[in-house]
Each structure stands twice: as structure tokens, then as C-alpha cells.
């Protein structure tokens, strides 16, 4: 098993390409899954359902798990409904109910009818959770056991259920009303006494998410205290399922991708299609709404640099170096904006921090401001000489007004930059709305200020 | 173990500030130590020795984990040397290294020489591995069988073991080699029959990451396989150590927060202190290498701006929608950058789709061109008809052009923004290298270019 898996990939496709199924079959079975859905995505209609029908049941159960839920609602479509519901019953019960919640209505109907009894209950129960909270990522699929029992009598029972549970590393202990009262690992039921009571093994560790709590907070929760899996329970703490470890990696790659994407102004969760998959028409529904709101914003800037228009004729340094001031203060404070956000986002921040976080920021800007303002304004002195040979004040003084400026605006900008998501945080508001293409905006109009003010005391 | 842990570390603090020590013991061993933890970090110096004089060296060495490595260092330093060795002696041996590593190299051969003989020789192997690679990041305290064991041959080998591994629910098996063969899943054993042997029930599985391979590399072999744990080996494929889900969170964390950062022009690794400890001077060294090229760069956007001053100053409306039209292509450049580069880093897409990418981005940058054109060039219609009364050119036609310049700019800057990235990455760059910062340097030349074009082609 241990080929290249692009190799392995090509070669699949070379056996599917010349219609060799007996060769192709033999290769897909010496590879893991996931490599295969890699191939899968970029295969053309005819080759996708040749490659199916090369599975059977279970294998395809095994292989949909890896596909993104778009491409496996399109496979499950295309099975007859014996198929159908032959594959729902091996799938897992969380990505059962991933594709269902990825279903037209009607489909979803007609597909929750082809589920035996005890799959249609478990699929209406989790349907019945928003997708994004811990209710709708959970499995059923989890082992407990009644404190009171013995380990043998555990043993027994997990026995009975071992070929379904997808984690058997950690095991449940609940009272008899179904509450969580701790857990114990499988290690520990393993190398015990047979005649031990589970309660005198068990770990009292009752940590678990409620079912409506969104999905971060179960990822977060096993973060922080280093869990395989963490339990979902309902308001009565009673237990209801499992967000296990590989769970827990695709929830922190959603939300991580969210807040990329919220800090550059694009709204809404990320689709579940890949980035060539989304339509041009929902790309611009979540990007439309930021973009619209900045430039109309962006007409302030604008006054403020028609106000001054009359200094920019006085003084071509003052246009050469306009662009480049305003700008500096975008790129500068965007850096504070995003280390606060972050920051916060991990917990390391609260905005009860908000005076030391200002102050270290004033420095910071300050240091970047002077070298940055410094360099230039050499840079200026040196090779600006004959710019505005027939106006009233020296090359010496324009380097100095733009240099100033530029490290007033660097300065002010990386203040602004981080303060303000800790603002939006301590008013309960997102701090990713007040992230760099917002920062920019505002920068922008303190930049001319500073500009044209610094021009003004120091060139007119 | 249920209360709340805000509530808790309020107690705590309040009897550790009454100096009620015995009463700080008892709520400091209802708590989880990550909840400690969080408490320690916020503590002066007094009372931080007060509560780690509370602790027995088992308790410590579970608190010590939960501690950002700089401040546990920081209280191993505080203890004596026979503490010091038997905190070490509890410590699972990767995060041994972790702080092994963060020490000065005088204080880490000191402590070094504090070790068993065992874990002196294990510290010494893993030390060697540099610490963001597989080999630097792995616990050696795993579990392997041999394929020619029976059951009971491995399960009694195992509880020999049982106590220092830190993960038994995977078992690897390997050959007279050491030479990585499979897995066993702790239940595979539990409920086998005793006789049977390993190699007739173990999966022949061999995924595994090489010592040196950069630890992101384990994590996404985690993610994409579904695996609870990554061997590593090294080139000879002996298996040295394993990566568990938990280290990978830590992973997953620490990469994406350097992803982040780097596409705010914020370079290096992310640093082990949180954003308040890291020091001024660290915080300007990622911060001011960017900023300061972007300022040199920003010079060519003011020779463009100077070169059509004279058309400023025949239309004050020019000088008023100039600042939103260059800003905007900032913005939506950024978008289309970072939704281009998030998909690149999830592996949706690679660079040989160009121009797929670039025509969905110019279809999207021009409808979102055209709304944000329209309602502009509206928005001047109706309101700024008195703005230039004694020019050459009507209101309309002014509001024809800034809307045409708009839309063109952001049709181009969607498209740039999006072609960069990728471009890099063909060019084997990192594409976070043209992520917002540098995009929105570019177009703001192509958007006075754009601007003052439109503008002489439609109004002088």
C-alpha cells in the first residue's frame, strides 16, 4: 500500500481511459479512498459512473465518505434504490445525515423512505438540528455503559455494538436516565479485573457540548482540553451523541476558512462546493454587499482630497507622494488589525486589554513609522531635488513635511488598526467587520488629514 | 466536575489572595488544568509560586502541559533540582522536548542532566529533529506488536507498557526490523480470540510521515486519511514516534495563524508568546520588512498621479471619486485574492486552472463592477449636478465616466487578484507573497491609469 498516490491516480485513469474495468477494479482496491476522490472530482460524467460500478456496497459506502457531500448526493442519485439504500446502511449515521441535509426537499423524502427503521428514526432525530451546531455533526454511533455494571458485563456489551461505534476508545459511563456521569477508556476496560465495577475505574470527566451550541464550541472544547471526542447532550445533560477527532479537523478547517475570508470582506459561511464548483452568482452574493458599502464610504476620502486640491497644484512632491502615504497606512494598520483578530480569536486577547494593546501599538507604529518616514524622506532629499524648483520652500522642508506624515499616518494607522476590532469585540460585534478593508477605508481619510495638515504647518 | 470555569478560577483567585491555602488546594483539584492555566497566565509572580507550591509533581507535570511553553519553562526554573527531576519524570517525552527546546542552551543542559538515564537518551534522539518538523513534534511513548505475536502475547506486552503510552487505541505492528508492517486497533485485540495472530486481524496500512518532513505535512495526511495518529519514520521506514490527534490541533492552529499573517505582510513563524508577551521589537521585525517595500513601491502609483494632475484640475468630480475608484480595486482584489489562496491551501485548486479561475473572476468582477458602477454613477447623476458648472463636459457625462472607470477597475482587479496567487505558485512562491497587501499596491497603479483614461476618453 505504500505507492505514490499519484501514481496510483494516473494509473487508475489510464485503466478507466482504455476500458480495462478488470484492471481498474484490481488498482482501486490497492488504494486508500480519499486518493481515489481526489481522482473522482476531475473525472468527466462517463468515467464517474464506470468507477462506481466497480464498487460494491460497502466499498462505495467507505469511498462517498471522502467525496465533498455535492459530488456524493450526485453518485447516490444515479444508483437504482436497492443500491441506495444498501449504501445509506453502511454509511456512518453523521454523514448519512450530512447528505440528507444536502438534499432537495422531495429527494430527502424519497431517501429517508429507502432507510430501515432504526436509520429513519436516528436520520429524523439529527435532521432535526441545524447543520452547523453540535446536534447536526454528532454520530449516535458511540459506545456507553452503566456504571454499575462490571467489566465483563461491559466487555459483553460492547461486544454487541463494536461493529458499528466509531470510536470504542472512549466509552460513555451514564446513570440510569441516560446522564453522563464520566468515561472510561477502552484501555482501562482491557487490563482490568473482569469483576471490577466500571464505577471504581472510571474517570468523573463529565465535559460535553449541548446539541444547540454551535459546532466551534465542541472543536474548541477539545482543544483546550486535549480530547479524543467530546459527548452532546440535551438540556437534561442527557447523552446524545459524539464529535469525534475527524470530525473536529473539517469543523476547524470551515470555521478557519470563514474567518479568513470574513477579514478580506466576504460574508456568509463558506459554500460546501469548492472554490470552481460555486456559482459566479453566490461568489458575488458574498462579496457584492462589503465592496458597495466601502466605496460609497469611500466618497468622504474624497471630499476631504478636493478640499485640499488647491495644495496639491502649490506642490507636484505633494502629488508624487500622496498615493504612498495613504497607502502605507492600509497595509500598516491592516498588520495590527489582523494580529488583534487573531489573537482574540484564540483567546489570548479580551478587550479588557484595550489600553496595554493601544500602547504597545503606538510603539510599534511609531518605531515602523520613524524608519519607514525616515528612509523616504532621505530618499526624497537626495534625488527630488529640482521637483518644484519655482515654489516658495526647499527641497529640505518637503522631505520633512513628507516624511513627518508618513510616520503620523503609519503611527495613527496601526493605533486604529487595533483598537478597533477590540471595540467591535467589547460591543459584541464580530471583530472580523472592522478588519483591514474597513481599517483601509478609514485610514484612508486620516491620511490625507495628516497630510495635508503636515503640508500646511510645515511647506505653506 | 460541572461548575462553571470562570466561576471556578474566581474562587480560586479569591482564596489564593486570602492566602486560605487549604481551601485554594481543594477548588484547584476540582478543576481541569486547562482552566488553571488559564487563570496562571493573568497571576502576578507571588501568587503564581503559591499555586505551584500547591501541586505534587504529578498534578504539575499535568498542569505544566496546559501552559504556553515560555511560562513553564518559566516555572520550572522556579523549582528546585529534585522537583525539577521528578516534574521531567512525569511529563510525556514530546512535551519535554517542547520545553527543552524553548530553554537557553546552558539551562537545557542543565536540565538535561536532571533526566533518567532513559529519558536523557530520548530527549537527546528528539533534539536532534528541528522543532517544526514531524520528528521534532512526536511522542516516542507509543505502541508497537510484532506480526508473528499472538493476541495474548501482545496484550501482555502492552500492559507492561500501558502506563507511559500515550495513545493505545492505534498499535502499530512491525517487522524483526522495527520496519512499519500495519496497524491493530485496541479492540481488534480486546475482542479476539487470545490465540489468533496479529497478522491474521492487523490492517496493512503503512501511511506514514517521514522524521524531517515539515510537521503540516502530518497534519494533512490526519485530515485527509481520517487518521487518529501519524507514524513517523525515518528513511529506512522504522517507526521512531507517532504524531496524535492532539499535537495535531496545535499544528493545525500555529499554521494557520502564520497562513493569516502572511497575508497581511506580517512575515515569519508565529511566535510561542501570545501577542501581549511577544516584544515590541519582535512585533517590527515581521511587520517592517512589508511595509516598507510596499512603501517604495507605492512611488510609481504618485508619478502616475502627478503625470495627470492638469486633468484634476479641469474637474473637481475627478478629484472626488478618485480615491473611492482606487480603493475599491484594493478591496475587491483582496477578495478574489484570498478566496484564490484559501482554496490553493485546502488543495481545491492548483495553479493549472488559470484560466478557469480568471475567466469565473472576470465574469464576477464585472457584474460586481457593473452594480457598484451603476449605483455611483447614479448616485452622481442626481446629486453632484452643480459640481463643475463652468466645464466643457455635462454632469452625465462625468457620471458615465467615474461609473465606467469603477466598473473597469474592479473587473481588473478581481482578475489580477486573482492570477497573482496562482502565478506564484506556479513560480513555486508562496502565494500569500501577493495576497492583499501587494495587490492592492498594483492596482492602485492600474486604477489612476484606468481613472485618468476613462476621464480623457469621455470627458475632455
Redesign the interface.
Known amino acids: ?2 505507492t505514490d498516490p499519484k501514481l496510483q491516480i494516473r494509473r487508475l485513469e489510464k485503466a478507466l481511459g482504455a476500458g480495462a474495468h478488470t484492471d481498474a477494479r484490481v488498482i482501486l482496491q490497492s488504494m ?1 479512498p ?1 486518493d481515489v476522490a481526489d481522482a473522482f472530482v476531475r473525472m468527466k460524467p462517463i468515467q464517474r459512473s464506470v468507477l462506481v460500478s466497480l464498487y460494491d456496497d460497502e466499498e462505495l459506502a467507505d469511498f462517498i ?1 471522502y467525496l465533498p457531500v455535492t459530488d456524493a448526493v450526485d453518485v447516490l442519485e444515479g444508483l437504482t434504490e436497492p443500491e441506495q439504500a444498501a449504501v445509506f446502511h453502511e454509511l456512518p449515521d453523521d454523514h448519512m445525515v450530512d447528505l440528507l441535509q444536502e438534499m432537495e426537499p422531495d429527494q430527502q423524502k424519497e431517501s429517508i423512505e429507502l432507510l430501515s427503521e432504526g436509520k429513519k428514526e436516528t436520520a429524523e432525530d439529527l435532521l432535526r438540528f441545524p447543520d452547523d451546531s453540535a446536534g447536526g455533526r454528532m454520530t449516535t454511533a458511540f459506545a456507553s455503559v452503566r456504571a454499575d455494571m462490571t467489566v465483563r458485563e461491559a ?1 459483553h456489551e ?2 454487541q455494538i ?1 461493529e458499528e461505534t466509531e470510536l ?2 472512549r466509552i460513555y459511563v451514564v446513570d440510569e436516565n441516560n446522564r453522563i456521569l464520566g468515561k472510561v ?3 482501562d ?3 482490568s479485573k473482569r469483576s471490577v465495577l466500571i464505577s471504581e475505574i472510571m474517570d ?4 460535553a457540548v449541548k446539541a444547540l451550541a454551535d459546532q466551534e464550541e465542541a472543536v474548541q472544547m ?7 471526542a467530546v459527548p452532546v447532550v440535551n438540556d437534561d445533560l442527557q447523552l446524545l451523541g459524539l464529535i469525534t ?2 470530525d ?3 469543523i ?2 470551515e470555521e ?2 470563514e ?3 470574513k ?4 460574508v456568509g459561511a463558506p459554500v460546501e462546493e ?3 464548483q460555486t456559482s ?1 452568482g453566490v ?2 452574493k458574498r ?2 454587499g ?3 458599502v ?3 464610504l ?2 468622504s ?3 476631504v ?2 478640499n485640499f ?1 488647491d495644495d ?2 502649490r506642490a ?1 512632491i505633494l ?6 502615504v ?3 497606512g ?3 494598520g ?2 495590527a ?4 483578530i ?2 482574540m480569536a ?1 483567546g ?2 479580551t478587550p479588557g ?1 484595550l489600553i ?2 493601544v500602547w ?1 501599538e503606538f ?2 507604529g511609531a ?2 513609522g520613524a ?2 518616514g525616515l ?2 524622506g532621505v530618499q526624497i532629499f537626495f534625488s527630488m531635488g529640482g521637483i518644484d524648483e519655482n515654489s516658495s520652500f526647499s527641497i529640505g522642508r518637503a522631505a520633512v513635511a513628507v516624511a513627518i506624515s ?1 510616520a503620523a499616518q ?1 503611527g495613527a494607522s496601526t493605533m486604529i488598526g487595533s483598537a478597533l476590532p477590540m471595540l467591535a469585540k467589547a460591543a459584541r460585534l464580530d471583530p472580523a467587520v472592522v478588519a ?2 474597513a481599517i ?2 478609514i485610514v ?1 481619510v486620516t491620511g ?1 488629514l495628516i497630510y495635508f495638515g503636515c503640508a500646511r504647518l510645515i511647506l505653506f
Not at 488589525?337 to 488583534?340: E, L
Request: net charge negative; no cysteine.
Open positions: 500500500m505504500d486508500y480519499a465518505e466487555i460492547l461486544e463494536k470504542l476508545s477508556r477502552l484501555r476496560l482491557t487490563f468523573n470527566e463529565t465535559l477539545m482543544a483546550r482540553y486535549d480530547l479524543m477527532h475527524d473536529a479537523f473539517d476547524q478547517e478557519t476558512t474567518d479568513i475570508e477579514q478580506s470582506g466576504i469548492s472554490y470552481l459566479v461568489h458575488i462579496r457584492l462589503w465592496a458597495l466601502l466605496a460609497v469611500a466618497i476620502s474624497g471630499f482630497l478636493e486640491g496639491l497644484k507636484r502629488m508624487i507622494y500622496l498615493p504612498m495613504v497607502a502605507a492600509g497595509n500598516t491592516g498588520q488589525a489582523t494580529m488583534v487573531r489573537a484564540l489570548e486577547l486589554s496595554r494593546v504597545k510603539r510599534i518605531l515602523i524608519v519607514i528612509s523616504i508618513l503609519i483591514t478593508p483601509t477605508t484612508d490625507l
